[in-house]
């Protein structure tokens, strides 16, 4: 993963993927003060409607053998692979969602079930005052046959942990506390050797005073020592400076993985940044500390060449990580994006598959050099059961939650702190216990998250509330992050009750952060109302209802521009949040 900002513009409950055409948020509100309900100033939330209705699926059926790329839809940025048997692992980037870093886990690679998280413990997070692009950042999971162990390898950026590892044996039943790896840069990874030797590569800068030109980077290797999970000391050894060809300038190389077949090393690479020049390149070696070696052909998967405005558009293609699939082929997971009509990423960076063809010297991706298509042919003799029982949905779907299980599902998340620390199950659903603390702070929020996983698409969330004062305010956000994002909700001034829109906004480098009120209204309170957000595109509208009938607009189409890291920055996709303060500063 890229962590160049001038690279990239940009469970309690199962909520819905947030998309771009028709986003639609339903609150409820009507506080009650007995037992189980809710307290004045604290939102529960009965419903949740996620709807999402993008062109590219209604307009490509699938066929009996087929399913739809991306296998993870909404911000699942940076996976890694591993197969033990017949069981596969994937795991993606979470920066300063928590629990952190979702794994995932099939037997095909078409049908995906979310078995957890890797970092569900404050002590394995040390995130609760970063910014939402700091965090955790590329992490790998591998698997050792010699010990039987699954080892998740990542960096915690601008934490006090850095680098560090956590081991199971066992996936499906949690994870060690991280172990602290001596060595700087970032997207580490290991390798087991066929002789049981272990080693990492990982991004670094070059060595002091020897920095060419910015953006330029290195792959290190380092032996690593298994009984005391640390590096050894003075093994470290530069293996590829700059990338494929340095003569030609090229930027963050990062992302390493080693591979060994039919006798030999190979070292994969993604090479260009996250952004318009990602791509994915590989190297071969006799030894897995080299020398490296490029091979002729490269780049073996990127996006780059193409017209900006060809149909489907799917770019940013790199970060990939290799597999053998159950047919016996390889397969390379990997990071894309598809933006919408005005090029805006507001669904972040996406998990991709494709088959990839290793008959030759060297591996490349199956018709990843041309444009990604959005259907794949399944692998032989596996069937399509995405959105069915456990396993997560794909193109087009619903989701409906109305919060009546005992534990939050994995896909609603916090950020900088456990979603338990302020939600409570209580008869009518799911409330919300707010913190002093607003979404614009750099702090552990009272919001509860779901990813917007679609460029078309509606939320719809009923919530019963009453606030008590100004400083009370409780509804939903669309967040890219804590600078850019839509607040949408009831509020309080003397002894009426308001709803209001607010738009936060980062500039980026042209001024400061500011807010704006795009709109406010009175409203009676006598019952549930509805939060709506749609979006179309880059079009998006808030509405609600007080009468759980009648959808007002507020605020008119508003722009989503914001929610795209092309505009805000950063590396994370938009969320949407259940939102309640008791610090609220909108003043309407």
């Known amino acids: 993963m890229m962590k160049n900002n001038k690279q990239i513009p940009v469970n309690w409950i199962p909520a819905f993927l947030i998309i771009i055409l028709v986003t639609s948020i339903s609150v409820t509100v009507f506080g009650q003060d007995n037992g189980n309900s809710a307290l004045k100033n604290s939102p529960v939330f009965t419903k949740v409607l996620y709807r999402g209705n993008d062109k590219v699926y209604k307009n490509n059926p699938l066929e009996a053998d087929e399913f739809y790329n991306p ?42 079930t979310q078995i957890g998280h890797v970092l569900d413990r404050k002590s394995q997070l040390r995130i609760a005052e970063l910014g939402i692009s700091r965090g955790v950042y590329a992490p790998a999971i591998r698997y050792n046959p010699h010990n039987e162990t699954f080892y998740m390898i990542t960096t915690q950026v601008a934490g006090d942990l850095g680098n560090m590892v956590v081991k199971t044996i066992d996936p499906f039943k949690g994870w060690s506390e991280p172990y602290k790896l001596n060595f700087a840069g970032i997207d580490p990874s290991l390798f087991f050797d066929d002789d049981g030797k272990a080693y990492v590569v990982h991004n ?15 792959i290190k290797i380092w032996e690593y020592d298994l009984e005391k999970d640390q590096v050894i000391v003075g093994t470290d050894k530069i293996v590829v400076d700059g990338g494929v060809d340095i003569t030609q300038k090229p930027i963050w190389i990062e992302a390493p993985h080693i591979y060994k077949k039919d006798g030999r090393y190979y070292l994969m690479c993604a090479e260009g940044g996250t952004g318009g020049w990602h791509s994915e390149v590989i190297f071969v ?62 669904t972040g960076r996406e998990t991709f598959i494709l088959p990839v063809d290793w008959s030759g010297d060297f591996p490349v991706f199956i018709n990843g050099l041309v444009p990604i298509e959005p259907k794949l042919e399944m692998p032989e003799g596996v069937e399509n059961n995405t959105g069915k029982n456990d396993f997560f949905p794909n193109g087009n779907f619903i989701y409906t939650e109305n919060f009546s299980s005992e534990k939050p599902d994995y896909r609603w998340i916090g950020l900088r702190g456990p979603r338990e620390d302020f939600i409570s199950k209580v008869e009518k659903g799911l409330q919300i216990n707010p913190f002093e603390v607003n979404i614009k702070e750099v702090k552990p929020t009272s919001t509860l998250f779901y990813r917007q996983q679609h460029k078309t698409f509606s939320f719809t969330a ?42 936060n906004q980062w500039p980026g480098r042209v001024g400061e952060h500011k807010s ?59 969320l949407i949040g259940l939102y309640a303060t008791a610090a609220n500063d909108i003043q309407p």
């Not at 911000?75 to 033990?84: E, H, L, V, W």
């Not at 008590?468 to 309080?492: H, P, R």
């Not at 079009?539 to 914001?562: P, Q």
């Open 71 to 112: 296998i993870l839809q909404g911000c699942y940025p940076d996976p890694s692979i591993t197969r033990r048997g017949d069981d596969y692992f994937l795991v993606t980037s979470s920066f300063v969602m928590f629990p952190g870093v979702p794994i995932f886990h099939s037997k095909d690679l078409v049908n995906w």
């Open 516 to 574: 704006m009120l795009v709109a406010k209204e009175k409203i009676e309170i006598s019952g549930p109302v509805k939060l709506q957000v749609k979006a179309d595109g880059d079009d998006y509208e808030f509405s609600y209802s007080t009468n759980n009938t009648d959808l007002e607009n507020l605020g008119g189409t508003v722009s989503g521009d914001i929610l795209s890291t092309d505009y805000a920055g950063g590396f994370t996709g938009c």
């Open 204 to 218: 670094d800068a070059p060595d002091p005073g020897k920095e060419l030109y910015s953006g330029h980077r290195v």
């Open 462 to 503: 009923d919530m019963e509330y009453l606030p008590a004062s100004e400083k009370d305010m409780a509804g939903i956000v669309c967040l890219q992050n804590e600078k850019s994002n839509y607040v949408f909700g009831i509020t309080k001034k003397g002894s009426e009750y308001i709803i209001v829109l607010e738009r």
């Open 285 to 346: 070696s006799d030894k897995p500390d080299g020398p490296y070696t490029p091979a002729p052909g490269n780049p073996i998967l990127t996006q780059r060449y193409f017209p900006a405005d060809r149909a489907n558009k799917v770019d940013w293609a790199g970060h990939a990580d290799l597999v053998v699939g159950p047919d016996g082929q390889y397969y390379g997971v990997f990071l894309a994006v598809r933006p919408n009509e005005k090029n805006r990423v507001n």
